[in-house]
């Protein structure tokens, strides 16, 4: 395998485990109690603080600062971790903060996931694998993101609010409420603008399965149900469409655990 090579300017607390073919940029500073995982490239000025684990082939550009204390005035130096999956990519001047607590003690990141310039993932969050967050966007406290989730330039999503899996989140928008599984929305106020037919073509959604998604589209947003009925009528489409049951058992427990209310 592949040497690791680690700049002569960098400082690397004693404690620290840096597995094989682990490299580290110049005047990078990693911390006690961090684990870097194989093949793992770490760029220039970054400040990697534990407890932190890092796991393979991730790739963290320069002045990103992971693991850092959560910024919660609740936080009182309390254990709380940062856990980054593999094949993550993590672009400029990024900041992940550590979990508190109050929320489950972990900040948890997945797999092949593209973070751009400046996206800040705040402490509790829960972010799942194949994800994309673009320029400046950032997620206040405990948000949790589904799979496949896009989130577009200079948004924010308010604590404590969840977004499911293949949802597409416009650029400058302002999420405060829950975003239902493949959902496209945009704007502040937020609004549903469809759903998220494109990016489920692009994952090999087949004809039956895509209709289902946009028959839960129509029971949620255009036929005037209440919530309550919408989700039952959600519910019967596994029966009506089987090959779709995975899509409305997804859609069906993220409205039952929704808790700030969907955006409509």
Same mark, same amino acid.
């Given at each position: 395998?592949r040497?690791?090579? &680690? ?13 094989a ?14 684990? &870097?995982?194989?093949?793992?490239? &770490? ?11 890092i ?12 693991g850092?204390d ?31 607590a109050?929320g489950?003690?972990?900040?948890? &990141? ?9 996206? +800040?993932?705040a +402490?509790?969050?829960?972010v799942g ?13 405990h948000?949790?993101l589904?799979?496949w ?10 604590q ?5 899996? +293949?949802?597409?989140?416009g ?58 009925e ?16 995975a899509e409305v ?16």
């Amino acid at each position: 395998g592949r040497q690791m090579t &680690i700049h002569h300017t960098a400082v690397i607390d004693p404690s620290a485990i840096l597995h094989a073919g682990v490299h580290i940029g110049p005047y990078t500073i990693v911390g006690a109690d961090v684990e &870097i995982g194989e093949n793992t490239e &770490i760029g220039p000025h970054c400040v990697i603080t534990g407890p932190c684990r890092i796991g393979r082939n991730n790739r963290i550009y320069s002045h990103a600062a992971l693991g850092g204390d959560p910024q919660d005035k609740k936080f009182k130096g309390e254990r709380g971790e940062l856990i980054i999956g593999d094949g993550n990519t993590i672009r400029e001047f990024t900041t992940f903060s550590r979990g508190t607590a109050d929320g489950g003690g972990i900040t948890r &990141i997945g797999d092949d996931n593209w973070f751009m310039a400046y996206v +800040h993932i705040a +402490h509790d969050c829960q972010v799942g694998s194949r994800i994309i967050i673009a320029n400046f966007s950032g997620l206040a406290g405990h948000v949790h993101l589904g799979d496949w989730v896009i989130v577009g330039g200079l948004s924010g999503v308010h604590q404590f609010c969840k977004v499911g899996a +293949h949802a597409m989140i416009g650029s400058s928008s302002a999420v405060s409420q829950d975003v239902p599984p493949f959902m496209m929305v945009d704007g502040n106020p937020l609004a549903v603008r469809g759903f998220n037919i494109e990016g489920l073509r692009r994952r090999g959604f087949d004809a039956e399965r895509i209709a289902a998604v946009k028959q839960m589209h129509r029971l949620l947003y255009r036929q005037k149900l209440s919530l309550e009925e919408a989700r039952e009528a959600i519910a019967s489409l596994a029966d009506t469409m089987p090959a779709a049951a995975a899509e409305v058992a997804l859609m069906g427990d993220f409205l039952a655990k929704a808790s700030r209310g969907i955006a409509r």
